[in-house]
């Protein structure tokens, strides 16, 4: 039994575990093969993993989009044209509903948001070890799938809307503006430091919120699928146990990843949303 559990901890680390790209223990740069060498890359490690497999489906994305666009018809329209605009209307109508400012940008960095996201999280439906198996046959010591069960893709894509967030504070209410309603607002100017610690933290909350909620999400969703996959070794009652859990986990965790990509976008326009609207 000990070694049964101690080959299900390396099987679980093995699939968790990013290809990580830095600085290795000797002070040469290359790929970690250990655990250990990851963590020791520290901050400027590079995941590979998730560069790659994030570029490559932003890259099918716009590739699909700007086909379905570019072969449009005013006729009876095609599988691929029929969803692109079904899509396209469903985001408007959220951006209508959500937004009430003026901002060209918006409508399309939400279904950028969203798409990107849900094609991301859907690699989660993979078979768990077949990519990582078929990455071990070909020397690559490590490969996650799923780029949003790391916390890096999440954050940088939260980061980039709190960006834009702050711009759009600024340049919509002003230095002045932006400052008053951060010191002034609930409590009036003299609750100022009760106010801007109230409001700081709220305005801190909104990337991280969106960050963890993403990553905690699909990150638990991948955990459940490696122990699912576990049961497969365990004989045959477990294997069709397993198998019948896997078809379960599988067919619900569409529902998650679609509604995390929504949650993701929905958030980003209310973010905008409040940083159109003028202080009071």
Request: aromatic share 14%; charged share 10%; no cysteine.
């Amino acid at each position: 039994m000990a070694g049964e559990a101690h080959t299900s901890a390396e099987y679980i680390k093995h699939h968790l575990q990013n290809l990580a790209y830095g600085q290795l223990p000797d002070g040469t740069w290359g790929i970690a093969h250990s655990a250990a060498e990851a963590k020791a890359m520290g901050f400027w490690a590079i995941h590979l993993d998730t560069l790659g497999i994030s570029i490559v489906l932003g890259v099918l994305f716009l590739y699909f989009f700007r086909k379905a666009a570019t072969q449009a018809t005013a006729g009876v329209p095609g599988g691929l044209q029929n969803f692109v605009e079904w899509v396209v209307e469903f985001i408007d109508s959220s951006v209508r509903g959500s937004f009430s400012g003026r901002n060209p940008l918006v409508a399309p960095l939400a279904l950028t948001i969203f798409i990107w996201i849900f094609l991301l999280n859907l690699m989660d439906l993979v078979p768990i070890d077949w990519i990582p198996g078929l990455a071990t046959l070909l020397g690559v010591p490590f490969f996650k799938l799923v780029p949003t069960t790391d916390p890096n893709a999440t954050f940088g894509m939260a980061i980039g809307v709190f960006i834009l967030v702050l711009y759009y504070s600024f340049k919509m209410k002003g230095v002045g503006g932006f400052a008053a309603e951060l010191t002034l607002q609930p409590f009036g100017k003299w609750g100022m430091p009760a106010n801007l610690l109230l409001e700081g933290v709220n305005l801190i909350a909104k990337p991280i919120s969106l960050a963890l909620r993403l990553f905690g999400n699909l990150y638990a969703g991948e955990m459940i699928f490696i122990l699912i996959a576990l049961m497969f070794s365990g004989g045959a009652v477990l294997f069709l146990t397993g198998g019948v859990l896997q078809w379960a986990w599988a067919v619900f965790h569409v529902l998650i990843i679609t509604l995390q990509a929504f949650i993701f976008m929905t958030l980003t326009i209310v973010y905008l949303d409040m940083a159109h609207q003028e202080h009071h």
